[in-house]
T-cell receptor, first 113, second 115 residues
Framework: GQQLNQSPQSMFIQEGEDVSMNCTSS?????WLWYKQDPGEGPVLLIA?????ELTSNGRLTAQFGITRKDSFLNISASIPSDVGIYFC?????????????FGQGTTLQVKP | GAVVSQHPSWVICKSGTSVKIECRSL??????MFWYRQFPKQSLMLMAT?????????EQGVEKDKFLINHASLTLSTLTVTSAHPEDSSFYIC???????????FGPGTRLTVL
């Protein structure tokens, strides 16, 4: 099946540092989404990207939709302890008309105060 | 933001029993809902797409007779795990698509433990 390759798998950083994670695929996506999941909860949408080349910010978070439509990255600036969690990229294929999402494997972020 | 609820939030059952999980969109009508399963330290894997008033579309490898999906109204979809076994123990998450905003909203998940 379709896959999204998300990296890195995990990160352990110091509070205040910047973080970057990305997703790539061999398929073309219409939409790229970035979610955060806390333990025992459902994912929460952070940023949605709809156009190739689009760069969008949400507070300390910035994400970009790759020009080729096959990749996206998420940056977190000046990390704080509450940024801890699992971050997932998700994409909606250009060929999909149901809104079905494909998820990356996730990046586990740990922040040391 | 929109709210999607799931009930129950956790359930423990004996092997061989059936368990029903509800997914509700609280402030919008969802013609499409999705059911995911997430094992520990893994990503969300789509199980099926639930369409209001029609049969669900199952992903490859997901047994439709074991995971029964009913989407009887625009605000409710149910997933029934029939004859549950320990390997069905997982975190089940639903999402509902708001057609007006073209956005999916996720429920808080249901932790199923089969003894």
């Amino acid at each position: 099946g379709q896959q999204l390759n998300q990296s890195p798998q995990s990160m352990f950083i110091q509070e205040g540092e910047d973080v970057s994670m990305n997703c790539t695929s061999s398929s073309i996506f219409n939409t790229w989404l970035w979610y955060k999941q806390d333990p025992g909860e459902g994912p929460v949408l952070l940023i949605a990207l709809y156009k190739a080349g689009e760069l969008t910010s949400n507070g300390r978070l910035t994400a970009q939709f790759g020009i080729t439509r096959k990749d996206s990255f998420l940056n977190i600036s000046a990390s704080i302890p509450s940024d801890v969690g699992i971050y997932f990229c998700a994409g909606q294929l250009r060929s999909s008309n149901t809104g079905k999402l494909i998820f990356g494997q996730g990046t586990t972020l740990q922040v040391k105060p | 933001g929109a709210v999607v609820s799931q009930h129950p939030s956790w359930v423990i059952c004996k092997s061989g029993t059936s368990v029903k999980i509800e997914c509700r969109s609280l402030d919008f009508q969802a013609t499409t809902m999705f059911w995911y399963r997430q094992f520990p330290k893994q990503s969300l894997m789509l199980m099926a797409t639930s369409n209001e008033g029609s049969k669900a579309t199952y992903e490859q490898g997901v047994e439709k007779d074991k995971f029964l999906i009913n989407h009887a109204s625009l605000t409710l979809s149910t997933l029934t795990v029939t004859s549950a076994h320990p390997e069905d123990s997982s975190f089940y998450i639903c999402s509902a698509r708001d057609p007006d905003r073209d956005e999916q909203f996720f429920g808080p998940g249901t932790r199923l433990t089969v003894l």
